[in-house]
């Protein structure tokens, strides 16, 4: 079993900047994927960064040049550094933990909100 748990959410003006941190235990397989979601209210769910075991990384276009995903594996701690924030960047975010070949192996933490102010 795999427990994560999000933290650094908060309320920010848009320019500003916040990191998020997610925190992971449990039995983690080397070639783990991480990433981080976000919901906006009435919208779907949406990948925001994914990064590998070995450190490639992946962002939503909307966010490519303000976010960075990193993943300290001495720590178990992924982070998402967001800066240049913006009103629609405003969502729940969440941390996910999964192996692409394994369907069973997928976790979700409970989320952080992000509010961000014009």
């Known amino acids: 079993q795999v427990q994560l748990v999000e933290s650094g959410g908060g309320l920010v003006q848009a320019g500003g900047s916040l990191r998020l941190s997610c925190a992971y235990s449990?039995?983690?397989?080397?070639?783990?994927?991480m990433g981080w979601y976000r919901q906006a209210p009435g919208k779907q769910r949406e990948l925001v960064a994914s990064?590998?075991?070995?450190?490639?990384?992946n962002y939503a276009d909307s966010v490519k040049g303000r976010f960075t995903i990193s993943r300290d594996n001495a720590k178990n701690t992924v982070y998402l550094q967001m800066n240049s924030l913006k009103p629609e960047d405003t969502a729940a975010y969440y941390c996910?933990?999964?192996?692409?070949?394994?369907?069973?192996?997928?976790?979700w933490g409970q989320g952080t909100q992000v509010t961000v102010s014009s």
């Open positions: 996910r933990l999964w192996v692409s070949s394994m369907r069973e192996y997928d976790f």
């Open positions: 449990g039995t983690i397989l080397s070639r783990s994927y």
């Open positions: 990064i590998s075991s070995g450190g490639s990384t």
